[in-house]
């Protein structure tokens, strides 16, 4: 994408072009690393109804149009492939620690 100039002033979104909740995903995350989280919900933090956004959705078109670019992973594969890469890589990833 840096060396495009097509993109040069653009903004493009890089995702799946798909949608999931925020219920969904940490129950497919949970699947994927075998946990049964207990979730609270605090109904100050939901988006309120008359939120200016209801639905987020990274739409990926411009990506195709301009950069040729599409997704090499659905969203389930894309998250098992960073699982499978935390768990891989623990010996460089340390999220207790700040390291730079």
């Given amino acids: 994408a840096a060396e ?3 993109a040069v002033g653009e903004v493009i979104n890089l995702g799946s072009n798909s949608e999931i909740s925020v219920k969904d995903l940490i129950e497919l995350i949970s699947g994927i ?3 049964k989280p207990k979730i609270i919900t605090d109904d100050k933090r939901k988006r309120p109804a008359s939120s200016e956004v209801e639905r ?4 990926n078109a411009k990506a195709k149009k301009i950069l040729g670019w599409k997704p090499e992973y659905g969203l389930s594969q894309g998250l098992k492939a960073t ?3 935390f768990k891989a890589n623990q010996d460089i990833y ?3 620690i700040y390291n730079v």
Avoid at 56 to 59: I, K, S, T
């Fill in 94 to 96: 340390k999220p207790d």
């Fill in 56 to 59: 987020l959705r990274a739409d």
């Fill in 4 to 6: 495009c100039e097509d």
């Fill in 83 to 85: 699982i499978d890469w």
């Fill in 33 to 35: 690393i075998g946990v």
